[in-house]
T-cell receptor, first 114, second 115 residues
Framework: QQPVQSPQAVILREGEDAVINCSSS?????VHWYRQKHGEAPVFLMI?????EQKGHDKISASFNEKKQQSSLYLTASQLSYSGTYFC???????????????FGQGTILTVHP | DSGVTQTPKHLITATGQRVTLRCSPR?????VYWYQQSLDQGLQFLIQ???????AKGNILERFSAQQFPDLHSELNLSSLELGDSALYFC??????????????FGSGTRLTVV
């Protein structure tokens, strides 16, 4: 089942902050975040594996609430280079082993203006 | 260069034809995933291979098939092509296997246009 991302689009000025949410109706093993610029391949940002885990990557960080099956991506002090479409990918693990298949959300378009 | 190589980059073909898309994963990655991305759409999972074996299947049409070879490169075969098959097809690879989980590395994609 496809995770739901919100909002669908965000417009920011440089230096502003944004939060992108990803919600699943199923129990999750992991959540991935990717950024895709127009005409390019998605690029891996980070993976969250444990409930409550929060990871950071420069001014981009994320959290994972295992109980609520939700993850949030935080972009602080946004830069022009942050513009792109952000996708969350969720992994549902049945049994003890998974081979990492991800189901992606529909994407959130982030536009940062000078 | 992400390390995942997809060929060709662009493909234009007529309806009813058959094409083969090729993917070489990043060195050391055992998992290969195929995704379809239509215009303004998200990434739709097609199929996954792990070390030569099919591991998961998504909403892949019967007209589509794939395989992973002993050298770990993978091919996606699309046959009886229709206009609606026009899309960007991505291959991704990862080291994920067993209980360890890693991020995907995507190739640059093959843009398929069916006319």
């Amino acid at each position: 089942q496809q995770p739901v991302q919100s909002p669908q689009a965000v417009i920011l000025r440089e230096g502003e902050d944004a939060v992108i949410n990803c919600s699943s109706s199923k129990a999750l093993y992991s959540v991935h975040w990717y950024r895709q610029k127009h005409g390019e391949a998605p690029v891996f940002l980070m993976i969250l594996l444990k409930g409550g885990e929060q990871k950071g990557h420069d001014k981009i960080s994320a959290s994972f609430n295992e109980k609520k099956q939700q993850s949030s991506l935080y972009l602080t002090a946004s830069q022009l280079s942050y513009s792109g479409t952000y996708f969350c990918g969720t992994e549902i693990r049945a049994g003890g082993t998974s081979y990492g298949k991800l189901t992606f959300g529909q994407g959130t378009i982030l536009t940062v203006h000078p | 260069d992400s390390g995942v190589t997809q060929t060709p980059k662009h493909l234009i073909t007529a309806t009813g034809q058959r094409v083969t898309l090729r993917c070489s994963p990043r060195s050391g990655d055992l998992s290969v995933y195929w995704y379809q991305q239509s215009l303004d759409q998200g990434l739709q999972f097609l199929i996954q291979y792990y070390n030569g074996e099919e591991r998961a299947k998504g909403n892949i049409l019967e007209r589509f098939s794939a395989q992973q070879f002993p050298d770990l490169h993978s091919e996606l075969n699309l046959s009886s092509l229709e206009l609606g098959d026009s899309a960007l097809y991505f291959c991704a690879s990862s080291r994920t296997g067993g209980r360890k989980n890693y991020g995907y590395t995507f190739g640059s994609g093959t843009r398929l246009t069916v006319v």
